[in-house]
T-cell receptor, first 115, second 112 residues
Framework: AQSVSQHNHHVILSEAASLELGCNYS??????LFWYVQYPGQHLQLLLK??????LVKGIKGFEAEFIKSKFSFNLRKPSVQWSDTAEYFC?????????????FGTGTLLAVQP | GAGVSQSPSNKVTEKGKDVELRCDPI?????LYWYRQSLGQGLEFLIY????????KSGLPSDRFSAERTGGSVSTLTIQRTQQEDSAVYLC??????????FGSGTQLSVL
């Protein structure tokens, strides 16, 4: 079955620490991959996406993610986090080709950045 | 409006009652999604509408759940005979293509 896994459920970091959030997917073919972020009290919003090409994708607010096909992974990274990065982060995927663009989400990672 | 609009923002109901949740997508967006967000469960896919195609209902948890999209725009999610386990935030999202979803602020449903 198609699925997206996020193994870090809750991460606590100090400001300026580096961040890496894991995401693995299970799909039969080519996928499009996304990271969404939900800041406290706000809507979910798109952070970055990967469709094809350069496997290292740059997003907003200094975030990046690397698609590693052999590991079925799309981990999110940021070299130096800020207090304002405190939020819940969701990885998501859907088939790149096919009849549906049904987007499946992981269970989310809650990031708390301490000042 | 400029964004995805959902109503009501909060709904408290009694077990066994029916509820209707409404979603107004962004104008021109052909795809519309419903998700359910529960604490610790992430976003659970419910249903997906794409243009005039038959909806993908594979995520609806039971036959008490149904959704329709009229005129390719507004969508209504209906939950019949609500149960306490239906309590969650119901999120609607729309998109123009596969580039990314725009989410509404959700409806917080509480079943007493």
């Amino acid at each position: 079955a198609q699925s997206v896994s996020q193994h870090n459920h809750h991460v606590i970091l100090s400001e300026a620490a580096s961040l890496e959030l894991g995401c693995n997917y299970s799909y039969g073919g080519t996928v499009n991959l996304f990271w969404y972020v939900q800041y406290p009290g706000q809507h979910l919003q798109l952070l970055l996406k990967y469709f094809s090409g350069d496997p290292l994708v740059k997003g907003i607010k200094g975030f990046e993610a690397e698609f590693i096909k052999s590991k079925f992974s799309f981990n999110l990274r940021k070299p130096s986090v800020q207090w304002s990065d405190t939020a819940e982060y969701f990885c998501a995927a859907h088939p790149a080709r096919g009849a549906t663009n049904k987007l499946i989400f992981g269970t989310g990672t809650l990031l708390a950045v301490q000042p | 409006g400029a964004g995805v609009s959902q109503s009501p923002s909060n709904k408290v109901t009694e077990k066994g009652k029916d509820v209707e949740l409404r979603c107004d997508p962004i104008s021109g967006h052909t795809a519309l999604y419903w998700y359910r967000q529960s604490l610790g469960q992430g976003l659970e896919f419910l249903i997906y509408f794409q243009g005039n195609s038959a909806p993908d209902k594979s995520g609806l948890p039971s036959d008490r759940f149904s959704a329709e999209r009229t005129g390719g725009s507004v969508s209504t999610l209906t939950i019949q005979r609500t149960q306490q386990e239906d309590s969650a935030v119901y999120l609607c999202a729309s998109s123009r293509d596969s580039g990314g979803l725009f989410f509404g602020s959700g409806t917080q449903l509480s079943v007493l």
